[in-house]
């Protein structure tokens, strides 16, 4: 896991990589209401907290992650799909097609089951191998 990932003008919250697949997660916290839900819905590709659509695309923007992810990883020898993912803490996310969309949009704590319902499509060596490149080019962006 790698937190704080730079990729350009941006940062990627945090960067999961292991036998079950690679996951980029942007975090979405936000205040919750004095009273009423805590609720998100995702209609037609864009998300909503109580039916106000956020005017950043979280969807957006955790696509672009996985693929500057992907780009990053594809020049060190590594062509592995990255899923995008976007969890909002204390929320509650209406189910909805995340097919359709392409990003999962989830609770925090739904996470895990997420993962553990892929299949294992990375070995070891691999996950060691990505593991170490990334970490090498964040060290690289940090003494810059």
């Known amino acids: 896991m790698f937190h704080d990932v730079p990729n350009g003008d941006a940062n990627i919250d945090h960067v999961l990589i ?3 697949g690679i ?3 942007e975090t979405k916290t936000l205040s919750k209401p004095v009273r009423g839900d805590c609720k998100i819905t995702v209609i037609a590709g864009r998300v909503a907290a109580n039916g106000n659509v956020m005017d950043r695309d ?3 923007q955790a696509k672009a992650q996985a693929r500057w992810l992907y780009n990053f ?3 060190t020898q ?5 899923q995008p993912v976007v969890v909002f803490p204390g929320w509650y996310v209406e189910p ?3 097919k359709s969309v392409g990003v999962w949009v989830i609770e925090p704590k ?3 089951g997420f993962i553990e319902r892929q299949a294992t499509s990375i070995d070891r060596a691999q996950v060691k191998a990505m593991a170490s490149a990334l970490s090498s ?3 690289n962006q940090s003494a810059i």
């Open 58 to 60: 979280p969807i957006t």
């Open 137 to 139: 080019y964040i060290r």
């Open 18 to 20: 292991g036998p079950r």
């Open 110 to 112: 739904g996470l895990d």
């Open 96 to 98: 909805f097609d995340m």
């Open 78 to 82: 590594f062509k592995c799909f990255v």
């Open 73 to 75: 990883l594809s020049e």
């Open 23 to 25: 996951y980029v997660i």
